[in-house]
């Protein structure tokens, strides 16, 4: 049992940065593993990270790669998207999930969306060109 909220979001121009937060709660937040999503207008919902329920190992879609950085902490129960140079194409409904796998099922499962179990309802990145 794990709710998510997001937080975060808003207005950025291209080039700059944005931190998206989400606080979770739940007595099992320590266990599993968490990953964002996004979703533009007309899109399907797309793959952008994922960490480990240790921190240990986080995994990014190749578009995002050296640009975004997934943290947790889970002392606060909250883990964190920080994005820079931002691009418009990035401009999406940004949502955190919490999805029940770890060891090797973690490299199996952490890319699809129906593998996790619980998401947040969604903050908006705008990027501006």
């Known amino acids: 049992q794990v709710q998510l909220v997001e937080s975060g979001g808003g207005l950025v121009q291209a080039g700059g940065s944005l931190r998206v937060s989400c606080a979770a709660s739940?007595?099992?937040?320590?266990?599993?593993?968490m990953g964002w999503f996004r979703q533009a207008p007309g899109k399907e919902r797309e793959f952008v990270a994922v960490?480990?329920?240790?921190?240990?190992?986080?995994r990014y879609t190749d578009s995002v790669k050296g640009r975004f950085t997934i943290s947790r902490d889970n002392a606060k129960n909250t883990v964190y998207l920080q994005m820079n140079s931002l691009k418009p194409e990035d401009t999406a409904v940004y949502y955190c999930?919490?999805?029940?796998?770890?060891?090797?099922?973690?490299?199996?499962?952490?890319?699809?969306?129906?593998?996790?179990?619980?998401w947040g309802q969604g903050t908006q990145v705008t990027v501006s060109s």
């Open positions: 960490i480990s329920s240790n921190g240990g190992t986080t």
């Open positions: 999930a919490a999805g029940g796998f770890q060891g090797l099922a973690f490299f199996r499962r952490y890319a699809a969306a129906h593998e996790y179990n619980y």
């Open positions: 739940g007595r099992t937040f320590s266990s599993v593993a």
